[in-house]
Nanobody, 124 residues
Framework: QVQLVESGGGLVQAGGSLRLSCAASGRTFSTYAMGWFRQAPGKEREFVAAFRWRDGITYYGDSVKGRFSISRDNAKNTVYLQMNSLKPEDTAVYYC?????????????????WGQGTQVTVSS
């Protein structure tokens, strides 16, 4: 079992920045990758960013590439999502996820554990 606790969501103006945190606990040694997804009302869950523990490789969705950055603090078992140049279309519930796969990390099926989600709202 892996438990994920998210924090850092909130309201921010367009062009602003926000950093989300995801603290992992439990059987974290079985976690090969961690990712961030987001879901707006009435839309499918969308890939945002992922980190692969094995080699530190990161992946980003096309809509956030160049604006968002995923990072980690190994000592705290925490993954962060730094969001810059935020746009109203970034408004969504953001979910942290963990899984035991090294591939297919852009897809929700690669992940076994999910956080509760944190709301990010970007105003115009």
């Amino acid at each position: 079992q892996v438990q994920l606790v998210e924090s850092g969501g909130g309201l921010v103006q367009a062009g602003g920045s926000l950093r989300l945190s995801c603290a992992a606990s439990g059987r974290t040694f079985s976690t090969y990758a961690m990712g961030w997804f987001r879901q707006a009302p009435g839309k499918e869950r969308e890939f945002v960013a992922a980190f692969r523990w094995r080699d530190g490789i990161t992946y980003y969705g096309d809509s956030v590439k160049g604006r968002f950055s995923i990072s980690r603090d190994n000592a705290k078992n925490t993954v962060y999502l730094q969001m810059n140049s935020l746009k109203p279309e970034d408004t969504a519930v953001y979910y942290c996820a963990a899984g035991n796969q090294n591939y297919g990390l852009l897809h929700v099926s690669a992940y076994d554990y999910w956080g509760q989600g944190t709301q990010v709202t970007v105003s115009s």
